[in-house]
Nanobody
Framework: QVQLVESGGGLVQAGGSLRLSCVAS????????VGWFRQAPGKEREFVAA????????SYAKSVSGRFTISRDNAQNTVYLQMNSLKPEDTAVYYC???????????????WGQGTQVTVSS
């Protein structure tokens, strides 16, 4: 099975940047699409961004479009989420997930990391 570990979260001021990393184990990782999701306190988990296995197709939630960039380095078994111009409403636990298909719904993802906390202060 694919195992995922997120890192890079922390405390940042509004307008700042963070880069999240999702490091995967598993020989078939390069054939998996990866999505980033986030969950704020008292809120449902929501889609943030996704990238296909080749890295050429990406999708973003409207709330982060133009500010976040998802990318992957299959040689390093890593997917990144570059977050710029962060806002307090971006505060959440961020999760990466892997799917055998390029999809966007939570139920379509087979493997999940444990999450990393991102806190954006005013």
């Amino acid at each position: 099975q694919v195992q995922l570990v997120e890192s890079g979260g922390g405390l940042v001021q509004a307008g700042g940047s963070l880069r999240l990393s999702c490091v995967a184990s598993g020989r078939t990782f390069s054939r998996h699409s990866v999505g980033w999701f986030r969950q704020a306190p008292g809120k449902e988990r929501e889609f943030v961004a996704a990238v296909n296995w080749g890295g050429e197709s990406t999708s973003y939630a409207k709330s982060v479009s133009g500010r976040f960039t998802i990318s992957r380095d299959n040689a390093q078994n890593t997917v990144y989420l570059q977050m710029n111009s962060l806002k307090p409403e971006d505060t959440a636990v961020y999760y990466c997930a892997a799917s055998s298909r390029y999809v966007f719904a939570l139920s379509e993802y087979d493997y999940w990391g444990q999450g990393t906390q991102v806190t954006v202060s005013s």
